[in-house]
């Protein structure tokens, strides 16, 4: 009797420890291959943009045609209120393409954005595509030619949710600059009231050159300036997801010099839960039909060797990204790769073999 009591108590001990040791087994995806589910190969995509008139709208249409000519999918390509709303939008899977400047990106990756409302942690980079400089034009009557002289002025600072929306507010602050009314539009709104009168002063950022500013020039007598010098520095040392940048002197009719001003890069990005060989097909047909995007704006250049996505050091990518670098011989830092990676490329590279 006490042989099989012996038994049974071996048995028991055995089985828990089984099961104990079950639950700490990481199978090579960890906990992140069983928290989600990974969608089917979509047949159509909704793109998030921004404001007409800016740059990522433009981007937007030469996505669409890029997706429907080389991956024969679809696309919707939704006006937003830029990077802030893309990533809100692909949190909710209401866009599964967005479009993001690095400093929404950083806030809500990290949940330290004022309007980030929890840490957006399952967004994925999975392409290149050009800086986002900063830049202010007045209607050249004001004489106004530094972001100094907004103290006071109704200005334009572009679209809530959008890169200039959310910055140039911040920037103000930064530099002390208490302005009066900020007008919260879209560019092309805001130029329209520029040149109706109500408006003398707009700031706005996105890829060069920037439609809207061409819009107002072609209209309008208008100074251009960004922000150099001790403003320059003290903006990088309270925001680092900014750098230094300049405007090329031909890249607007009203310049006669370059520009000074800041900037932020800009990246494709999805969820997670984004199909694996829809990504890598995208970020592959991307990649090698670039001259398609670069006809759509001339700010595409910036992405023309693959490498530049090595400017991010920080977030995740997601896997069908990492497997295209991987093939062409990217090497990435090890800070984006996903808790989600499981080496797949290298796994079907061994398998063909």
Known sequence: MKKFWLLFSTMIIAVVLAACG??????????????????????????????????????????????????????NVEVTGGPVHNIQLLDVDDVQLGMVTEGPLYEGYT????????????????????????????????????????????????????????????????????????????????????????????????????SAVVEAETQADINIYGIDGENR?????????????????????????????????????????ANSEFVYDLVKAYHENIDQMINTHNSASEAEDPEVITNNTDYPMHPGAIKYYEEIGVELPEEVYPDEWDGSADSEEEDSE
């Not at 942690?121 to 009557?141: A, E, G, Q």
């Not at 520095?233 to 680092?240: N, S």
């Not at 300049?246 to 997670?272: C, L, M, R, W």
């Open 22 to 75: 079950d639950e700490g087994t990481d199978d090579g995806g960890g906990e992140a291959e069983a928290d989600f589910e990974e969608n089917d190969y979509p047949s159509t995509v909704t793109i998030g943009t921004a404001s007409q008139g800016g740059t990522y709208y433009i981007w937007g249409g030469g996505l669409a045609s890029l997706l429907e000519e080389h991956l024969d999918v679809t696309s």
């Open 233 to 273: 520095e003290a903006v990088m040392e309270e925001l680092p997801y900014f750098k230094e940048f300049t405007i090329p002197e031909d890249t607007y009719d009203s310049q006669d010099a370059d520009i000074e001003t800041v900037a932020q890069f800009n990246y494709g990005v999805v969820q997670k839960e």
């Open 111 to 210: 949940g330290e954005g004022e309007w980030a409302e929890q840490e957006f942690t399952d967004i994925r980079v999975i392409f290149p595509m050009y800086d986002t400089p900063f830049n202010w034009f007045s209607l050249s009557s004001t004489g106004v030619e530094s972001i100094e002289d907004h103290e006071g002025q109704r200005v334009g600072v572009g679209p809530s949710g959008g890169t200039p929306g959310t910055y140039n507010p911040i920037i103000y602050d930064v530099l002390g600059i208490e302005t009066g009314d900020q007008v919260a539009a879209g560019a092309s709104d805001m130029v329209s009231q520029m040149l109706d009168g109500q408006l003398e002063h707009i700031g706005f950022s996105a890829g060069l050159p920037i």
